[in-house]
């Protein structure tokens, strides 16, 4: 048996460091052999994750290259293409790092029990969160359903630390037939966006470590202080990394742990953000329908617009609300947007254009190189108000005032807004390199007028809002 390939299944996990998996594979001794494949789950994912995984696919595959071995590329069903390998292999089995949501646990749990009934291994790995979602409990032994304590449950646990980087991954005899990346064009969607989202890639385990020591060693400080101003370059940046398991996140808490116990003011701050993360994966672990449906059952019939032309002009950044606008033409050159930002426009769409959360969550999925199904989904129904520890939904965010707020100086809106300046800076034109030409855009254009009156639309979800809690107080004294 020690002479039989064991083949690692690869996902969201393209890294070398504290990697348990690989760890585990590396102990056996046996030849292994790396391979991703493109399934219908992955296919799905929306054009910028696409095209932000063909980038790190190529990345790992040469720190795979430089310890001694390769990473297969292989399209089709995962289980046929692992039971085909298997079989072209004579290997002895399938390890892989576990992923928590719904489809990808019903795919993988498929794949073992088929495996392990021809009598292969089939190991599946901790290694995507800092504790796995059924180890950390309330006192009654219930998932956590708000995040201070959860906070508090997970903070208290000794994390273990990191592994250290497999430096070497014993080969095959020979190495089976692979597709080509380019083949598989992972960034097709992106069209004309391609080349001017990937200026802003900081791609592979490499980068993703030169990043964490980078802010660490010249930003953690001001973490706290500085995390909710969109134009300051205060926070890591590590979520495109950590999305693609580029880093892994305990690598990313020992930092964190580091830093605060050498007197860093923001570090606790960013190791708390670091578990805001793990509370998304545990509230879908144990509620997958947060995905799908809002969390809380009085919201199910809420009377939110589904998609519609105020959705479309928010899509496009083209709102005549600056601060709104910049977010949106940020994740269209960069791929990503500020959390600060996230959390305005994702408020705008819900209540002050009464737009269903799902549009929103649907668009960042598109857009986004650094999508995460889970803190996604979360992070949609929070500031909607419909989710676990949800902002209350008549907590509006104001556009006008968070700019006033946290972009003081106007730099941010400067930034990402060429309408009305005489010499727009780059990255404000380059959004009109990026966004469709379907669309019409040019920097020259005057800036739109308000989709919307602030108070007013401010109000219109207030007195919705109003009229859903007592129509649903009506109903509950009909029962």
Known sequence: MSNKPLILWFRRDLRLSDHPMLQAAVATGRPLVPVFVLDGQTQAMGAAARFRLGLGLAQFGGALAAAGSRLLLRRGEALQVLQGLVAELGAAGVYWQRMYEPEARARDAAVKAALRAEGLEAESFAGALLVEPWQVATGQGGAYKVYTPFWRAVSARGIEAPLAAVRALPAPAVWPESDRLEDWGLGADMRRGAGVVARSQRVGEAAALARLEAFIAQDVGDYRALRDVPAEPATSGLSENLAWGEIGPRTIWAAGQRALFEGAAGAEQFCKELVWREFAYHLMYHNPEILTQSWRPEWQDFGWRGDNGDAE????????????????????????????????????????????????????????????????????????????????????????????????????????IAEGQARPGPEALAFFQACPRAWGLEAGQDYPAPVVNLAEGRARALAAYAAYKEKDASDDGDL
Do not use: I
């Not at 426009?345 to 959360?357: P, R």
């Open 313 to 416: 002009r928010w899509r496009r950044g083209m709102t005549g609300e600056p601060f709104v606008d910049a977010a949106m033409r940020e994740v269209y050159v960069t791929g990503r947007m500020h959390n600060r930002a996230r959390m305005v426009v994702a408020s705008y769409l819900t209540k002050h254009l009464m737009t269903h959360w799902r549009v929103g969550q649907a668009w960042f999925a598109e857009v986004l190189t650094d999508w995460d199904p889970a803190a996604n989904a979360m992070g949609w129904q929070w500031v909607a108000g419909c989710g676990p520890d949800a902002a209350p939904y008549f907590r509006v965010f104001n556009p006008a005032g968070q700019a006033e707020k946290f972009d003081a100086d106007g730099r941010y809106r400067r930034r990402w």
